[in-house]
């Protein structure tokens, strides 16, 4: 997948995102990601270098590690970042789904047949109930 492709995808989406979805997108992507990309790497990315357990014998250093440190924060970090992000996907795969069939209905039937969807600017039906799911799988994992 290049940059073109997932511009497409979130363009695609933003058609039927309110202008709070598309603030809260670009939120994500921009501040999440780079802080993650930028600033986790540097601080965390070698987490037990430094760490020293007080006996010699083998493999005793990541046992302690992980006894007092049992997440690493760039992993939940990772794990949070994707978690946030996956609702969003539903949307895109519906978005991805509901042009596709379009794009199937005008090559079997012609240019000038009846559209599928009548209105692809507003969300009603199947796409609402997808984006009021991504909605309320957002709400929760923010919340936890």
């Given at each position: 997948m290049d940059w073109?492709?997932?511009?497409?995808?979130?363009?695609?989406?933003?058609?039927?995102?309110t202008a709070f979805g598309r603030i809260w997108l670009s939120v994500v992507f921009v501040f999440r990601v780079l802080v993650y990309v930028v600033?986790?790497?540097?601080?965390?990315?070698?987490?037990?270098?430094?760490?020293?357990?007080?006996?010699?014998?083998?493999?005793?250093?990541n046992v302690c590690y992980d006894h007092f440190f049992p997440i690493s924060h760039i992993r939940l970090w990772a794990l949070q970042l994707i978690f946030v992000t996956c609702p969003s996907l539903l949307v895109i795969m519906h978005v991805a789904y509901r042009e596709d069939r379009e794009k199937?209905?005008?090559?079997?039937?012609?240019?000038?047949?009846?559209k599928l969807y009548s209105d692809t600017g507003k969300k009603h039906g199947g796409l609402w109930w997808t984006y009021l799911l991504s909605l309320f799988f957002k709400l929760i994992i923010e919340i936890l």
């Open positions: 073109k492709t997932l511009q497409a995808l979130l363009s695609g989406v933003n058609k039927y995102s600033a986790a790497e540097r601080v965390w990315g070698d987490e037990q270098k430094d760490f020293d357990c007080n006996t010699r014998q083998p493999g005793c250093t199937k209905n005008r090559e079997k039937n012609g240019e000038n047949c009846p």
